[in-house]
């Protein structure tokens, strides 16, 4: 593959006006682009988040450091217009990284169906994806919206290159949901995010090369799994397991911690994509800040999809080469197949 790569988030707000990453340290961003390049050896980074300044501060170290940049703003829960608006700010900054160096793709939102307003119904994400897996939900959402999500996707999809090449003058894609059926002619990449899990593992192969019949290159900007016993089947909905309403949170059943299982899918799927020569692939992801906790029962990190296992605030000292988290067995074997590909 040409491109070895990986998610990193900045801080994308999902729901209440949280982030993902609350307090990130410019010095610690620093600190990671150069694990994620001399440690991971990766060669290409999606830099996804909300703010424009952490996504720009983010993607300079990361240039620094020889990465091509996939420049991925996220405004969750946006109205068709905010996320326009959003984008032609968006791309204002990443016109500026490409001044730079010309290895900085622009990539056009992430699975836009559940994450923007407007294509299903639904207030916010969570009640947009539970719409999504409700096929009468979705025709009352075709009448109400006045036409299918896949064409109001498109229509806005048109909308938002036409937006974003005035500004920006780089290549461009979009990191789609499997499920829909975008119209690739007017971007540089197909972009899937794709997961393997128990429904679609008999012909995950076929459902890769058929993203071939696009005649563009193909990347897959995300893949990964969780690291417990079971989480390969869940594939994209691994991270379901923690009932948030419980005080502390905690997982929602007896789960088994089992950081070979997203070593093994990672790997799996790498082998793959490299036998189907995809033009790059981005493992989700680098670090998230759900916690550690050797309880079990409190372990959030078993709903990670991170490659690094972070640590609860109150750890004494740093534990990894100047961060507060330490490597999964999925990073030395990501590490071991970047190095290695």
């Avoid at 006006?17 to 609350?22: K, N």
């Avoid at 829960?77 to 900085?104: G, I, M, W």
């Avoid at 909308?159 to 971007?187: C, E, L, M, N």
């Avoid at 079971?230 to 929602?252: E, R, S, Y």
Wanted: contains cysteine; charged residues 20%.
């Amino acid at each position: 593959m040409n491109r070895k790569g990986i998610n990193y988030d900045v801080g994308t707000v999902f729901h209440n006006g949280v982030s993902s990453r609350e307090n990130l340290d410019p010095v610690v961003i620093q600190r990671e682009m150069q694990i994620i390049k001399n440690d991971l050896h990766c060669t290409a980074i999606r830099i996804s988040g909300y703010d424009i300044d952490r996504l720009s501060t983010a993607a300079d170290f990361a240039l620094q450091q020889g990465l091509e940049i996939w420049f991925s703003p996220a405004n969750v829960n946006a109205t068709e217009q905010e996320t326009l608006d959003y984008f032609a700010k968006c791309a204002d900054a990443a016109e500026k990284l490409r001044q730079q160096s010309p290895h900085v793709v622009f990539v056009t939102g992430c699975e836009l169906t559940l994450f923007m307003k407007g294509l299903v119904t639904g207030d916010d994400m969570f009640k947009r994806m539970g719409n999504f897996m409700k096929p009468w939900m979705l025709l009352i959402s075709a009448i109400k919206l006045r036409g299918s999500f896949n064409a109001r996707l498109n229509q806005f999809l048109a909308q938002a290159i036409t937006v974003i090449r005035q500004r920006f003058h780089g290549p461009i894609t979009y990191a789609s949901g499997p499920w829909a059926g975008v119209d690739w002619t007017p971007f540089d990449f197909v972009g899937v995010d794709l997961y393997r899990n128990a429904s679609n593992k008999k012909d995950f192969t076929k459902k890769v090369e058929a993203l071939f019949n696009h005649h563009k290159p193909v990347v897959i900007t995300e893949f990964g799994c969780c690291p417990y016993r079971g989480a390969d089947d869940k594939g994209g909905l691994g991270w379901a397991i923690v009932n948030w309403k419980a005080t502390p949170p905690q997982l929602n059943n007896t789960y088994v911690r089992d950081e070979a299982t997203q070593a093994n899918y990672i790997t799996d799927l790498l082998k793959i994509f490299e036998s189907e020569k995809v033009e790059g692939a981005f493992v989700f992801t680098f670090v998230n800040p759900a916690p550690y906790n050797p309880d079990p029962r409190y372990d959030l990190d078993m709903a990670s999809y991170g490659v690094v296992k972070t640590l609860p605030d109150d750890t004494k000292g740093q534990t990894y080469q100047g961060v507060n988290w330490e490597p999964k067995q999925a990073f030395s074997t990501l590490a071991a197949n970047y190095a290695t590909h």
